[in-house]
Every structure is written in structure tokens, then in C-alpha cells.
């Protein structure tokens, strides 16, 4: 897929004022490295923020758009 169109779907997602870690972008939208997607995000201005969080004994990051 596209890189591209996965920072589209991604972002768009987050605009609805939902969260997301990298298993639910591989789910979603077959996104491999959401930390890369949401790199090409900030670049590109975005707000985006990033919590730490523990999914079964694993920290991961979770992204959603900043407040600010």
C-alpha cells in the first residue's frame, strides 16, 4: 500500500478523536511502521502526541492528535 494513502487513512482516523498503536494500524490499514507514518505526519505539521502504554506486558506507543 501506499505510503501515502496510509498517512491519509491514519490521520484521518486520528481526526476522529480516536488513539492508535501499531497493531491496530497493521489491522486497520496493513501499516507496518506507524512510527514512520506518524514521523511523515508531524512533518508534516500535525500535533500528534504519544503515550506509552502496556498492551499484554509490552509498552507500546499509542498516537493520537494533540490538544494543542
Do not use: W
Not at 6 to 21: A, D, E, P
Request: charged share 30%; aromatic share 6%.
Amino acid at each position: 500500500m501506499d505510503k501515502h494513502t496510509q498517512n491519509q487513512k491514519i490521520l484521518k482516523y486520528l481526526q476522529k478523536g480516536k488513539k492508535i498503536t501499531p497493531l491496530q494500524a497493521l489491522r486497520k490499514f496493513g501499516c507496518l511502521r506507524l512510527s514512520g507514518r506518524i514521523f511523515d505526519l508531524k512533518k508534516q505539521g500535525h500535533k500528534i502526541k504519544t503515550e506509552i502504554v502496556a498492551i499484554n506486558k509490552k509498552h507500546v506507543g499509542r498516537y493520537s492528535l494533540s490538544d494543542d
